[in-house]
């Protein structure tokens, strides 16, 4: 299938695509986690890459059906990832857990995600995962539309 959706590439590095799969097989899903996606675009492969990860810190808010943001170790890690990196290394989006099977994005998730990717300083995307009890899905938005996108490892 064709399509402007079918452009937009994504690679989840082999330590986060297994950290992530590894967590999904050992969490209990009793409240929901969550942390910021962090890599770069590859422009001589055209594809975004995911090459790290933060995890829930103790400001954040892990609840039955939430997951908020408030800690400011996120933005530290991230910054430290920015400053080893030379400077490749920054904010691609989110990531956060759903107790159900096939996870879909919340009414609330979407309103945050648009917000997330316009405010979003070094691209005109950004990505979001959902780490399900059986499926890991992953979708962009350009701050409007929401598009569901596989990712390779
Ligand atoms: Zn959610």
Request: aromatic residues 14%; proline residues 3%; hydrophobic residues 30%.
């Amino acid at each position: 299938m064709q399509n402007e959706a079918s452009t937009i590439k994504v690679k989840i590095s082999s330590e986060v695509y297994k950290a992530l799969y590894s967590f999904q097989s050992t969490n209990s899903f009793s409240v929901e986690y969550g942390g910021i996606i962090v890599g770069y675009y590859d422009a001589t492969e055209k594809n975004y890459v995911i090459t790290d990860i933060t995890w829930p810190q103790k400001e954040d808010v892990q609840a039955k059906f939430r997951f908020v943001r408030k800690d400011h170790a996120h933005q530290s890690i991230m910054d430290d990832l920015w400053e080893k990196s030379g400077r490749i290394k920054s904010y691609l989006g989110e990531w956060h857990s759903h107790r159900e099977k096939h996870p879909t994005p919340s009414w609330i998730d979407k309103n945050g995600w648009r917000k997330k990717a316009k405010e979003q300083p070094n691209y005109d995307i950004s990505f979001f995962i959902i780490v399900g009890t059986e499926e890991i899905r992953c979708w962009y938005t350009n701050g409007k539309n929401i598009t569901m996108i596989n990712f390779n490892e």
